[in-house]
């Protein structure tokens, strides 16, 4: 009888211990946690440090995380928020469901940082991509109008670079942005719910130019040895997303979660997300950024409204896009 007891024991033991274990359940966006995306990696590296069970839920794209937690409120399970943006802080914030972050590291942003709840882990700028060989690529959203040029675009209202394209004409054009809108509305073959099915479009040729970010080409060139793909530079410059996450304050791990979010802008993080979520690290890796990284278009304005700007903007700017796609 004696190893049956043993057994029990162990049995016991692991059971007690798996039950021990905390879980940090982290809500962000379906590309972050696909299986080329940077979750896998993060997950793996947080649980070596952290003697807990990280979880990512992925609930569709960026812009769908804040309406799911304007649902659900304080009874959301997530412990923490990854995936917003700039365009969104203001709305988040408003829900007083965010605590302060409490991270004082420094970062390596194109501009200044001083948001004490949403902690940045990466950056980009919005761009459309094309194929090299596309003849009379648009250097503008007015030659981009007035061209026979297809495009792929994301819903504003489910999608971070949805919304991010609006701001980026609210940005560029100001009170001319439904006369911008009006002369893309032909250009637009289909908006799709996120940044994927978009791009997956694009790969499929269903279109000249899908709104992705300047550094999707390094994807195609560092992934694929694929150097087809690059962006479009337009003369009125490239809007920003800044691409953060935010500590829920009903978590029942805020120990757990605080560590999570300082873990976010350390090597282990910042070195992946270069090739994982093709974007630009918060605090560049002590190795740099990756070869190839160098070959990418360079916007010469970087335009971006403050979260305050963004949230009072979107209402028109959405009302603005409505008109002239039913148009």
Known sequence: MRLPIVASCVALAAGTAAAETPVLTVLTYDSFTSEWGPGPAVE???EETCACDLRFVAAGDG???LARLQLEGARSEADVVLGLDTNLTAAAAATGLFAPHGVSTPLDLPVAWEDPVFLPFDWGWFAFVHDRRMEDVPASFEELAAS???IVIQDPRSSTPGLGLLMW???????????IWEGLADNIVTVTPGWSEAYGLFMEGEADMVLSYTTSPAYHLIAEEDDTKTAAAFREGHYLQV???GKLAATDQ????DRFMAFLLEEPVQSVLPTTNWMYPAKLPAAG???GFETLVQPETSLLLSADEALALRPEALAEWQ?????
């Open 289 to 291: 950024l990756p070869e």
């Open 63 to 65: 812009a769908a995380l």
């Open 169 to 179: 004409v609210e940005a560029a054009y100001g009170d001319r942005a439904p006369e």
């Open 323 to 327: 008109d002239a796609l039913a148009r």
């Open 243 to 245: 691409e953060v996450a």
């Open 44 to 46: 793996k590296a947080f």
């Open 148 to 150: 026979d040029s297809k």
């Open 254 to 257: 805020p120990e757990l979660a």
